[in-house]
């Protein structure tokens, strides 16, 4: 299941689209009020470079090597179809995945790696989801210095049924589709998942979702890219 809501530019005014899995996700990375971050940037980043590679998967434009392939070959990016997707910046997503064939995930979305295909993703997309009316964009100052921006929702619509959907798997137990298990496993990698989610049960939430989401290839890669980037930055 999509979200979908009205497109504003550079999408299209007025014409109905389908969010982005790495929309989604952005969404439920900022406080609906405040429109500050809930998670770091070097989390993000990562995420939002999964979730294209695993709209690309979905829409059958790659696979990816599987885990039983041996430590050598797994987890590297194949090109199935390179039709365009009609999305921006799927079809820029798209074509860094083709140029980087072979690769593994991990090297296409870490942000030490040149190769990643997210640079820049998060400002972009908040853009569109401002341009869309789905959030607000609000400049002001830290200290009355420093330059800040924040997002807050303006059209809480899309953002609820999104976690509804996450609620409906983890919680409710039903039956999610491929592309709701992706988000939650982009969520369960960056450690998101217990911020969206509103129960008691921590415990029965996170064997939920280990169990939605166990061999996922999205989260393990993110996890990597976090990772390693955590291990960069204490040298």
Same mark, same amino acid.
């Given at each position: 299941?999509?979200?979908?809501?009205?497109?504003?530019?550079?999408?299209?005014?007025?014409?109905?689209?389908?969010?982005? *899995? =790495?929309?989604?996700?952005?969404?439920?990375?900022?406080?609906?009020?405040?429109?500050?971050?809930?998670?770091?940037?070097?989390?993000? #980043?990562?995420?939002?470079?999964?979730?294209?590679?695993?709209?690309?998967?979905?829409? #059958?434009?790659?696979?990816?090597?599987?885990?039983?392939?041996?430590?050598?070959?797994?987890?590297?990016? !194949?090109?199935?179809?390179?039709?365009?997707?009609?999305?921006?910046?799927?079809?820029?997503?798209?074509?860094? =995945?083709?140029?980087?064939?072979?690769?593994?995930?991990?090297?296409?979305?870490?942000?030490?790696?040149?190769?990643?295909?997210?640079?820049?993703? #998060?400002?972009?997309? *908040?853009?569109?989801?401002?341009?869309?009316?789905?959030?607000?964009?609000?400049?002001? !100052?830290?200290?009355?210095?420093?330059?800040? !921006?924040?997002?807050?929702?303006?059209?809480?619509?899309?953002?609820?049924?999104?976690?509804?959907?996450?609620?409906?798997?983890?919680?409710?137990?039903?039956?999610?589709?491929?592309?709701?298990?992706?988000?939650?496993?982009?969520?369960?990698?960056?450690?998101?998942?217990?911020?969206?989610?509103?129960?008691?049960?921590?415990?029965?939430?996170?064997?939920?979702?280990?169990?939605?989401?166990?061999?996922?290839?999205?989260?393990?890669?993110?996890?990597?890219?976090?990772?390693?980037?955590?291990?960069?930055?204490?040298?």
């Amino acid at each position: 299941m999509h979200t979908f809501f009205r497109g504003g530019p550079p999408e299209g005014t007025g014409i109905v689209r389908a969010m982005l *899995l =790495a929309e989604e996700f952005l969404l439920l990375c900022f406080d609906d009020r405040t429109g500050k971050k809930i998670i770091s940037s070097d989390r993000i #980043e990562p995420a939002l470079g999964g979730a294209l590679l695993a709209e690309l998967a979905l829409m #059958e434009r790659i696979g990816i090597t599987p885990h039983s392939a041996g430590w050598r070959q797994r987890a590297r990016v !194949t090109i199935t179809e390179t039709t365009p997707t009609d999305d921006s910046e799927l079809d820029a997503a798209l074509a860094k =995945a083709t140029a980087n064939e072979g690769k593994r995930v991990k090297d296409l979305i870490s942000k030490v790696s040149g190769k990643r295909i997210a640079k820049g993703l #998060e400002r972009r997309l *908040l853009e569109r989801l401002v341009n869309s009316g789905v959030l607000d964009r609000t400049r002001g !100052t830290v200290l009355g210095i420093f330059p800040r !921006t924040t997002w807050p929702v303006r059209d809480p619509v899309p953002e609820e049924e999104i976690r509804d959907r996450v609620h409906s798997a983890l919680v409710a137990r039903l039956t999610p589709t491929e592309r709701t298990v992706a988000l939650i496993a982009l969520l369960q990698a960056t450690g998101l998942l217990r911020k969206v989610v509103r129960t008691e049960d921590k415990k029965a939430l996170k064997a939920r979702a280990k169990e939605l989401t166990s061999g996922d290839w999205v989260a393990r890669a993110v996890k990597e890219a976090i990772d390693e980037m955590a291990a960069a930055a204490s040298v």
